[in-house]
């Protein structure tokens, strides 16, 4: 049983890359572990990071966030700040995000999830502009106060080309 569980957040990425949209420019997750391996355990000091390029400076753009979180996870949020760094490595953006992952009244699971693990997309920045083609990175970091957060078990970026409203 404590093996499929761990295979679970693995299928669940997998599951989420295989449906790609045509707008897609790029996802990832990260699964996450404490400094000592235990897994589902979001450490203070883990700051995941994910690059992508940018193609096009025309294009507007949607940046999500990805949470996946255990039924277990002791708060109805998640604050996470984030830093976005352009092709120069230079910082360009920086921010403290609030997402509520359980009603906060009636401590029902906000997401898509299955038995006890819950997935949710946050759009984090909608109708980016990048000024530069190029490699941009965006680091995550948890800001619950907790050097250690149980039930986060993974995190990760997904960035899309903006579409206007009505289409």
């Not at 995941?48 to 002791?74: G, H, K, L, M």
């Not at 997309?121 to 995550?140: C, D, E, H, M, W």
Request: glycine share 8%; charged share 20%.
């Amino acid at each position: 049983m404590h093996c499929l569980l761990r295979l679970l957040p693995a299928l669940g990425v997998s599951l989420l890359l295989a449906s790609c949209e045509a707008n897609e420019v790029y996802e990832k997750n990260t699964d996450l572990k404490s400094p000592l391996g235990e897994p589902y355990v979001w450490a203070v000091q883990d700051k995941p990071s994910f690059e992508f390029e940018i193609p096009d400076t025309t294009q507007r753009y949607d940046v999500y966030f990805n949470v996946r979180n255990a039924a277990d996870y002791e708060y109805y949020n998640l604050y996470v700040k984030h830093t976005l760094s352009g092709p120069s490595g230079k910082p360009i953006s920086r921010r403290l995000h609030q997402m509520l992952l359980m009603d906060p009244q009636t401590g029902e699971p906000r997401g898509n999830g299955s038995g006890d693990i819950f997935d949710h997309r946050f759009l984090a920045l909608p109708n980016q502009k990048f000024s530069q083609t190029g490699p941009y990175k965006i680091t995550l970091e948890q800001y619950m106060r907790q050097d250690q957060l149980r039930g986060i078990m993974a995190v990760g970026v997904r960035v899309v080309t903006h579409a206007p409203a009505g289409k």
